[in-house]
């Protein structure tokens, strides 16, 4: 891909931005404010005044700089989950990831991951106490601000410390390009990327809160309460003032819209980051269709291990008994997470009518109209992007 300009701004336009920090960060000048688009998705805005049309930016845009590197060509899959039972129950899916952030904090690193704010906004936060890690467990269905986390990501790398980023294959993808760009060897720095589905749009969450619970009044927000099991999840948000909110997944109009793609970001129904080779060292998600012998109402997660890097760190966790994990084939991997090999989807019909919805329709109005009752629900949930991702399992395990 080619762009005669200087900055990023064309990569806007054309709606291929991924939202994901990278240029924000690089800019030495600060001439890139990061702003919400009319669809409610993050994205850079120029200041032409500012901007000396370095082209860091470009340089630093996965979208017009897919990152390569030493990444294996075909993972090494694993199903696991922790071995400690209250971080396995409180996390999403199986706790690796806060086994992981552990062990990192305990050899005195960081750790930078996906925390909710007081605005109920989800951001990326450092972490650099133990204690402070349940903050950023648990899944947060919606575009993350990443501030200047990647900045300090390169200090604290410089200074010599060991660094955990855990992201969506975009933002790592943006982060490999940071480090790129400054010269630094990611020797010291452990990406983690997610099996992502994907981000909504940011007005759809606020519009959907605001006129289901008084926002400052919000005490706790779980996408992925496991107190059904984890195949059977529900949306759980408890107010200050004792007030409990509970649905499960397909029965919650925000939650069930996201799962069938209603109000993606435009690049994630094309996504170019969600494929093989995987942007992290490691990939980590929730093991759909994980075989029988393993499937565990706790939680089971499936993990990629995609550098030499990766398999180290993967190695002293299970070396550790931090987590139980036993390799199995990518193909049964990747059946029924498609998300893994494949970021292509079907952009639904309604997408452009809800959009332009949310600007004077209220939520109710938008969840009667177009996020209509499941039928045959696991099928509609991943009908979109699962046929292309089965002829891409079938071309992958044929070569």
């Known amino acids: 891909m080619k762009y005669y300009q200087k900055n ?6 054309e709606g291929k931005c991924a939202g994901c920090y990278a240029c924000y960060n690089i800019c030495p000048l600060k001439a890139i404010e990061m702003r919400l688009s009319d669809e409610g998705f993050y994205v850079p805005n120029i200041n032409d005044t500012l901007c000396s049309e370095c082209g860091l930016c470009l340089n630093v845009c996965p979208v017009v700089n897919i990152p390569s590197g030493n990444r294996f060509p075909s993972p ?3 199903t696991a989950w922790s071995l400690n039972e209250t971080t396995r129950i409180s996390s999403s899916s199986g706790g690796i990831y ?11 690193g960081v750790v930078f991951a996906v925390g909710w704010s007081k605005e109920w906004f989800a951001e990326h936060k450092e972490v650099t106490d133990t204690q402070k890690i349940p903050e950023t467990l648990g899944s947060k269905y919606v575009q993350s601000k990443v501030g200047d ?35 630094i060897t990611e020797n010291d720095v452990i990406l983690v990327d997610l099996v992502c589905h994907g981000v909504p749009s940011l007005f759809a969450f606020k519009k959907y809160l605001k006129e289901h619970f008084e926002t400052d009044k919000i005490e706790s927000i779980q996408f992925r309460n496991k107190s059904k099991g984890w195949t059977r999840f529900q949306i759980v948000i408890e107010t200050i003032d004792g007030k409990k909110y509970e649905a499960v997944y397909y029965k919650d109009s925000f939650f069930y819209g996201f799962l069938i793609n209603l109000y993606l970001a435009s690049i994630c129904y094309n996504c170019p980051f969600s494929k ?15 075989p029988k012998e393993y499937k565990d109402e706790r939680g089971v997660s499936v993990v990629l291990v995609n550098s030499e890097k990766g398999n180290e760190f993967f190695s002293e966790l299970i070396e550790g008994k931090r987590i139980f994990a036993e390799q199995v084939p990518l193909e049964i991997a990747a059946k029924s997470n498609p998300r893994i090999i494949s970021g292509r989807l079907e952009i639904p019909k309604e997408r452009e009518q809800i959009l332009k919805a949310l600007n004077n329709k209220s939520w109710k109005y938008i969840a009667r109209k177009y996020i209509k009752p499941p039928v045959g629900l696991r099928s509609i949930i991943i009908r979109r ?12 395990f044929k070569e």
Request: aromatic share 8%; proline share 4%.
């Open 8 to 13: 990023v701004s064309l990569v806007v336009n």
């Open 76 to 78: 090494i899959a694993y």
């Open 98 to 108: 806060p086994e992981l952030a552990r062990m990192v904090l305990e050899k005195k």
């Open 149 to 183: 986390s990647y900045e300090k990501v390169i200090g604290y790398i410089s200074g010599g410390k060991q660094v955990l980023f855990v992201g969506t294959p975009c933002q790592i993808a943006g982060l490999r390009n940071v480090i790129k760009q400054e010269r």
């Open 276 to 290: 093989i080779p995987r942007q992290g060292d490691i990939t980590l998600g929730d093991f759909w269709g994980v």
């Open 385 to 396: 992007g699962l046929s292309f991702a089965k002829r891409m399992i079938k071309k992958i």
